[in-house]
């Protein structure tokens, strides 16, 4: 919800100011594709604080299709800025891993537990600056926010909090003017987000860290400057 706040407020300020200055403004909707990967890291940790018992996970090949809105100012025929919305949520498919608890038959707690997880990313904004290389050919970068909500499942109990990512994206693009201010646009591009660290809610000595997320996407776009 902050993000969706954060997005209305910008592309209202960008109207805003676009309006007031005369600044030529443009919106629009976009669809994408992308191919991200990212490296996750389950620790458990003793009473003195030090890891006994790592496992890291990498996962590839991650793929996101969505939506987005833009809304856009030119503040002159080179430079522009926007802000870019998904409002659509994206998720991943859901991993299960198994862990053997205890050695002795006798003990009630031995045996395979499993534990799921899906991951949830929503709210993907994008404050960006595209400067205008020639009449078609432009380039783009961003600083980007997205929320991540985690659905678990775990046999040990408890659950990971969400979080929030941030990072930035760079692109290269071709624009295409049509009639009547219209214009399609055809973009490559590349996404960067930092990791973070959520802890068990019910035990505070399991922790999971995502390194990072990391990608490649291409885009098309439809909008109209007035």
Do not use: C, W
């Amino acid at each position: 919800m902050k993000k969706l706040i954060i997005a209305i407020s910008g592309a209202m300020l960008l109207a805003t100011s676009a309006f007031s200055m005369d600044f030529r403004p443009s919106v629009g909707i976009s669809g994408s594709m992308a191919v991200y990967a990212a490296t996750g890291t389950e620790k458990n940790f003793n009473e003195a604080g030090t890891a006994v018992d790592t496992t890291t996970d990498e996962h590839g090949a991650f793929v996101a299709e969505y939506g987005s809105i833009f809304l856009e100012a030119a503040l002159n025929d080179a430079i522009s800025i926007g802000i870019d919305y998904v409002p659509m949520s994206m998720e991943t498919e859901t991993t299960e891993n198994i862990q053997n608890i205890g050695n002795l038959p006798a003990d009630p707690g031995s045996g395979e537990k499993r534990n799921t997880v899906k991951v949830s990313f929503e709210d993907l904004t994008t404050i960006y600056a595209l400067a205008n290389l020639n009449d078609n050919v432009y380039a783009k970068v961003g600083y980007v926010e997205v929320d991540v909500i985690t659905d678990e499942n775990l046999a040990t109990g408890g659950a990971y909090g969400n979080t929030s990512f941030d990072g930035f994206t760079i692109a290269l693009g071709y624009s295409l003017d049509m009639a009547d201010g219209t214009f399609a646009r055809f973009e490559a591009s590349y996404m960067d987000l930092d990791g973070a660290t959520v802890t068990n809610d019910n035990d505070s000595t399991k922790s999971v860290t995502v390194d990072g997320i990391n990608g490649y996407g291409a885009g098309i776009s439809i909008g109209r400057s007035f």
